[in-house]
């Protein structure tokens, strides 16, 4: 399951990178730095990026997450660092979901 | 065909507002607790409690897919309740903030998302002229409407970028279940405190609404608009 949250991840980072022309994020990896020191994003595009994975996971497994929970706000390790980070996430959330 | 998602649609000014934009050719996504009073081919109803999240985010979520996108969210629904501060029920208070401020924060968040891939859209909450009136024995309902207020400033200016404007419109008095309640002495020193002493209309508030969907408002964002001249 991880690995196909992770191509889901990466395909949004791809989208998400050519639509708001950001650079870094054509090839994205599980190491690929997204949000703090050495980030690709910034507050505004992390915001941005959180909705059209929300989008993207309604599409793909027709499930209704709000992504940006307490949970995700209150880890010591933020869930948006590495593209990694996020995908293990994501995977969590959707557990949680189901 | 443009969108328009009003909450609060099976009664008084919501069901008016829903009534008005259906016959301009707007398709309407509308929403109260109970069931729909509106038949029409291009009126879409949603049982739901403002405050719920989870069905708020289903809502807002098909009518974004079926309809292409939403143009225009009025956050119409809200509660109101003349109590005493000292007699005012702690489950009062709170359904009262649970209606008016957090199925606002809740609608506001969630269209505010689909808008952004649009890069446009215009929100418009309800505030009241209870706030700057200071209405003895509405602080509550006041207090939530104040918090509605600094949503839309706030909100405004963190979804400007994407083109999104939000504005809220604080209506008069309109005859409506909503003020039933209160006294006519009451109703008539407070219209003494405008400066147009009348009851509002439906009219009134419309104008105002579409004043900031206009295609030309697109720079007017973070307003909260009295009508009667009060504030
Ligand atoms: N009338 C006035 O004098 C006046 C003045 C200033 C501002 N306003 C504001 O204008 C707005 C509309 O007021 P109104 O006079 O039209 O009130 P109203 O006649 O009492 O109607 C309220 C509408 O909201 C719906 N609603 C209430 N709580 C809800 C909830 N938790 N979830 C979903 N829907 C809910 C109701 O339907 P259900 O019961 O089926 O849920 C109804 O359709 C409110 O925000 C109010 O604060 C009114």
């Known amino acids: ?98 | 065909m443009k969108t328009i998602l009003i909450t609060g649609t099976r009664k008084g000014i919501g069901k008016a507002l829903a009534e008005h934009y259906l016959g301009g050719g707007w398709a309407v996504y509308g929403c109260s607790r109970g069931k729909a009073s509106i038949e029409h081919g291009n009126y879409h109803h949603f049982c739901l409690d403002v405050s719920d999240e989870e069905a708020v985010v289903a809502m807002v979520r098909s009518a974004a897919r079926e309809s292409g996108g939403i143009d225009a969210l009025l956050n119409n629904a809200g509660i109101a309740s003349m109590n005493h501060f000292l007699l005012t029920p702690y489950p009062t208070a709170r359904s009262i903030f649970e209606t008016n401020v957090f199925g606002s924060f809740l609608f506001c968040r969630e269209v505010a998302k689909t808008m952004r891939r649009l890069k446009t859209g215009r929100i418009v909450n309800f505030a009241t002229v209870a706030t700057p009136l200071r209405l003895e024995g509405e602080a509550m309902y006041a207090a939530s409407k104040a918090a509605v207020e600094s949503i839309t400033r706030i909100l405004a200016r963190e979804v400007g970028e994407w083109g999104i404007t939000v504005n809220a419109v604080g209506p008069t008095p309109v005859a409506t279940d909503l003020i039933r309640g209160v006294s006519s002495e009451k109703m008539e020193a407070l219209l003494d405190r405008q400066a147009i002493r009348r009851m509002g209309t439906v009219e009134d508030i419309l104008n105002v609404i579409d004043f900031f969907l206009d295609k030309r408002s697109a720079f007017v964002t973070g307003q909260v608009v009295y009508l009667g001249g009060v504030g």
Do not use: H
């Not at chain 1, 996971?57 to 027709?62: A, T, Y």
């Open chain 1, 1 to 98: 399951m991880l690995e196909q949250v992770e191509e889901l991840v990466f395909e949004t980072l791809r989208e998400f990178g050519a639509n708001e022309n950001i650079t870094g994020l054509d090839n994205p990896t599980v190491e690929t730095f997204l949000y703090g020191d050495g980030g690709v994003l910034d507050s505004l595009a992390l915001v941005s990026l959180i909705s059209d994975l929300e989008m993207k996971l309604e599409e793909r497994f027709g499930v209704q997450l709000t992504l940006a929970d307490e949970r995700a706000m209150s880890r010591k390790q933020s869930p948006f660092r590495t593209a990694g980070a996020l995908a293990e996430f994501v995977r969590e959330a959707l557990v949680s979901y189901s």
